[in-house]
């Protein structure tokens, strides 16, 4: 399959993106003032183009939500594919993309940075500035 099928920009719904892990509220505080400040959100979520998980960008969702916007800018991937890795950040954790999947599924949240996601193509700037996204 060609790259280009295994990952495709688009703007989606707020309320169709389902998280997988919790947030730190400390990074997310830090985020929110940098995102708010420049009035653009610079990178689009990485997400699960089948289940709609987000896979990458847990904060920037949370920000997105907490600024009441309704589209969120993300690139949907084939998460099957090998376009996409998962490792873990923590060195206590085994993650894999079933317990991505699960965690995302049934609103059980993993621990904040337990999911490493490693894209094998270039994650593009979308530079969308954030009163697009009402």
Do not use: F, Q
Not at 49 to 64: C, P, Q, S, V, W
Not at 69 to 83: A, N
């Amino acid at each position: 399959m060609e790259e280009k099928r295994k990952a495709r920009l688009a703007i989606v719904p707020i309320d169709k993106l389902k998280p997988h892990e919790k947030i730190d509220e400390r990074h997310l505080e830090c985020l929110m003032d940098i995102i708010v400040r420049d009035g653009v959100l610079i990178k689009p979520l990485l997400v699960d183009a089948k289940t709609m998980i987000i896979l990458d960008g847990h904060h920037r969702y949370e920000i997105l939500k907490r600024l009441g916007k309704k589209y969120v800018p993300v690139l949907l991937v084939d998460y099957d594919s090998d376009i996409v890795d998962v490792s873990s950040w923590r060195r206590d954790w085994r993650v894999s993309k079933e317990l991505v999947r699960k965690a995302g599924l049934s609103g059980k949240l993993l621990p904040p940075k337990t999911s490493k996601h490693i894209l094998k193509i270039k994650l593009p700037n979308v530079n969308m500035p954030l009163e697009k996204l009402e």
